[in-house]
């Protein structure tokens, strides 16, 4: 459970350190604390997109469920067209982050993290 809340904070999912980023949405190639290296093989984070569009479609889907349920029997089908727009316009740029790092996390449930997979130069 400690590993997914770093994951959520954008924080490297194996130590919890905070130095994981290049810029915005690159990350660096190993973690500064533990070595981890982010990029496992070619095509890797086409993960992290999926991870993205499938919180973006959770968004949509509560937000538009939620705003009909709350103005029902009037919704205001602008409004919430507007509303629904915006949230997915901006969830998955603001989002991005956390997608590679739950994606890394996800990763490291399906293929664990070994002492050998350290970037030994890092250190």
């Not at 660096?28 to 984070?45: I, K, L, M, Q």
């Not at 889907?61 to 009037?74: A, Q, R, S």
Request: hydrophobic share 45%; proline share 5%; glycine share 10%.
């Amino acid at each position: 459970m400690r590993s997914l809340v770093r994951a959520l904070l954008a924080r490297c999912p194996v130590c919890g350190s905070r130095g994981i980023w290049r810029s915005y949405g690159q990350t660096v190639d190993a973690c500064p604390g533990c070595g981890y290296r982010f990029s496992r093989e070619e095509g890797y984070w086409a993960g992290a997109l999926i991870v993205n569009i499938g919180v973006a479609m959770f968004l949509f889907f509560v937000v538009f469920v939620g705003g009909m349920l709350v103005t029902w029997p009037d919704v205001p089908w602008t409004g919430l067209l507007i509303t629904l727009l915006v949230v997915m316009g901006l969830a998955p740029a603001l989002l991005y982050r956390q997608s590679k790092t739950i994606w890394v996390w996800l990763d490291q449930r399906v293929h664990p993290y070994v002492g050998e997979e350290r970037d030994w130069e890092q250190s």
